[in-house]
């Protein structure tokens, strides 16, 4: 494992500005992100009972909230987080150059599609099925967003090897392992994406084809739009292995461990998007039962970093006077305001329990026809993306803004408090979707236009009920958000204290084995693969033989 401690390096201005603007960008726009995620639990709740609110619709806005939120913000902070990671674990900044293409091409891509969504020209939610169509720039943006990570990710492998030729024999850091990690499923999600937005999507929606074949990009969204989880969760649990343990005061419980649940993403994150289309014609059932079989495979390093983490928490508590069968959870530091990062990784962790029983209930391909379209699955990813990866990000965006400006975070004591509301608010949300979820309630609905008024004859008492829940999580969460941002700008806005730098805790193993058949991607690459072509070439073939008509466009106006 790389040394522990809290080293800090310093960085050329030019990169240190690069890696604040990819992490203030997004953050900008998050703000509309949130804003559009809790008016839609008014709309939902019949709190607003109009068909648009300040000008903007609900799909309008939900497109907004998705979007921004779940491809924009992750997408650009994985890169800022990238870069930082390569520079203070391989010692070797990313070439200037290749890092401003990079940003310059991710926030053209995030300017047009902006263009398009807030015009009202692409209201066609974060998955973008067709026939609903939208304007060529969402496309097109889209396909600069994803373009200007790959060439982040390019930037980074030439550093690997020079410093895989300067320490032979030396394991890679674990925080090298995990965001190339990420970064490799990413490259394998967005090559079926690439093709259905530039072969299928831009075409068509600048007319310059008639029809598409609506079961295929479907399809393809979904070969790219699972792996896309683990894209975000990844480098949250980058963040969990090396730097939680520490931060609880104590050790990871094994190096071995985390390198293997790298590996294991590469694997299985790829070969189970099927699992979406459940309820899709078209695709024979014995490769959905197989993407089944996949899907449980893809939780096992999920259940390996529970394990891993509790223990690494156990022995941090330890540490800490804890003692007892269960007692020693409470020698933690949940409320200590210098080891903030703490409530934020917790807040995460807790969430994620509910986040991966609720995805296991999903994978199940009988259950899942009961809770498919239903509120039940938002319910299950607000404690996935809202949870662990959100808290993460945004802690770390804190984390690196203070560290790069050389400004101490400020208002310590609100923003300890800014997890623990979230959690609460993000509980009280997916609780309230998963109950209706299971009566019926269907997700991707204005409800507030009949269904939660008690005056109409669409009224369903049990979802309005539910829906005021929802809409009283929302609240909470905004409220967190608000917190969070004041202390983000209060910090930006103080004045700089130390040498700005960059600097993570990092943890000393418990369990520091040799890295061995986990040392090397290679194998685990050729392995995805693999599966990827068995689990997907007859999906693919079955949805060609399936598919005899395309569509014409349709835009929801
Ligand atoms: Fe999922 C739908 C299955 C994980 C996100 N998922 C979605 C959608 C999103 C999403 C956005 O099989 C909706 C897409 C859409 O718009 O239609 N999901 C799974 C499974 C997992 C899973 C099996 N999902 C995620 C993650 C996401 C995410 C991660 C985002 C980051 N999901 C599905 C399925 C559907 C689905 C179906 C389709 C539903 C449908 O019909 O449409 C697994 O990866 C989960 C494994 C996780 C675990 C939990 C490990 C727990 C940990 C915490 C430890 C805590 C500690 C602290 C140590 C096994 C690591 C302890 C504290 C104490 C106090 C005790």
Same mark, same amino acid.
């Given at each position: ?65 998705? !979007? @921004? ?9 994985? =890169?800022?987080?990238? +870069?930082? #990671?390569? $520079? %203070?674990? &391989? ?105 259905? !937005? @530039? ?9 310059? =084809?008639?029809?598409? +074949?609506? #079961?295929? $990009? %479907?399809? &393809? ?125 917790? $807040? ?210």
């Amino acid at each position: 494992m790389e040394s522990a401690g809290e080293e800090r390096v310093s960085l050329t201005d030019a990169s240190r500005r690069l890696i604040l603007l990819e992490l203030l960008v997004p953050t900008v726009l998050l703000a509309f992100g949130i804003y559009h995620g809790f008016v839609q639990t008014l709309y939902r709740a019949g709190i607003i009972r109009a068909e648009s609110f300040l000008g903007i619709d609900y799909y309008q806005g939900l497109t907004l909230h998705g !979007v @921004i939120n779940a491809i924009v913000f992750t997408t650009m902070f994985a =890169v800022a987080f990238g +870069n930082a #990671l390569v $520079a %203070r674990f &391989l010692g070797r900044e990313p070439p200037v150059g290749a890092a401003w293409v990079s940003f310059a091409l991710m926030t053209v891509g995030t300017l047009l599609a902006a263009f398009a969504m807030f015009t009202g020209r692409a209201s066609i939610l974060y998955t973008f099925y067709p026939p609903l169509v939208a304007h060529p720039t969402f496309y097109i943006g889209a396909a600069l967003l994803v373009v200007g990570s790959w060439v982040a990710f390019f930037n980074w492998i030439p550093l690997y090897r020079s410093w895989r030729r300067e320490n032979p024999g030396r394991k890679t850091p674990l925080a090298i392992v995990g965001i190339f990690a990420t970064f490799v499923v990413w490259m394998m999600a967005t090559l079926p994406l690439a093709y259905e !937005v @530039i072969v299928m999507l831009i075409p068509w929606s600048l007319g310059m =084809v008639r029809e598409i +074949n609506v #079961l295929l $990009a %479907r399809t &393809l969204f979904w070969f790219f739009g699972h792996p896309l989880v683990y894209f975000w969760l990844l480098p949250a649990y980058v963040m969990y292995y090396v730097m939680l343990p520490r931060i609880a005061g104590g050790k990871l419980y094994s190096d071995f461990a985390g390198r293997l649940v790298f590996m294991l993403f590469i694997v299985f994150s790829a070969p189970v998007g099927v699992h979406h289309q459940f309820g899709d014609p078209g695709i024979s059932v014995s490769w959905k039962w197989l993407q089944t079989l996949l899907t449980y495979g893809v939780a096992l390093p999920s259940l390996i970093t529970a394990f891993t983490l509790a223990a690494s928490l156990e022995y941090a508590a330890r540490q800490n006077g804890g003692t007892g069968l269960l007692r020693w959870w409470t020698r933690l530091p949940y409320w200590d305001r210098e080891r903030w990062l703490f409530g934020y990784f917790f $807040a995460g962790l807790f969430l994620f329990l509910f986040g991966g029983v609720t995805g296991l209930i999903n994978a199940s391909y009988s259950v899942n026809n009961l809770v498919h379209n239903t509120a039940w699955v938002p319910g299950h990813f607000h404690t996935t993306i809202a949870g662990p990866v959100f808290l993460a990000f945004i802690a770390m965006t804190l984390h690196l803004v203070s560290e790069l400006t050389g400004k101490p975070v400020r208002l310590k004591s609100w923003n300890v408090a800014v997890p623990y509301l979230w959690l609460l608010g993000v509980a009280l949300l997916s609780i309230g979707m998963s109950i209706s979820g299971i009566d019926g309630e269907p997700r991707r609905t204005n409800l507030g236009l009949g269904y939660t008024n008690p005056g109409s004859e669409l009224f369903v008492p049990q979802w309005a009920s539910m829906a005021r829940v929802v809409a009283a999580g929302g609240g909470i969460m905004l409220f967190a958000m608000v917190v969070y941002f004041a202390v983000l700008v209060s910090t930006l806005l103080s004045k700089r204290q130390r040498e700005p730098g960059l600097g993570f805790p990092v943890a000393e193993a418990y369990h520091d084995e040799p890295a061995g058949f986990v040392a090397n991607f290679r194998p685990w690459i050729v392995i995805g693969v693999l599966i990827c072509a068995i689990a997907y070439a007859p999906v693919l073939y079955d949805v060609s033989r399936a598919t005899f008509f395309g569509s014409p466009s349709y835009t929801p106006d």
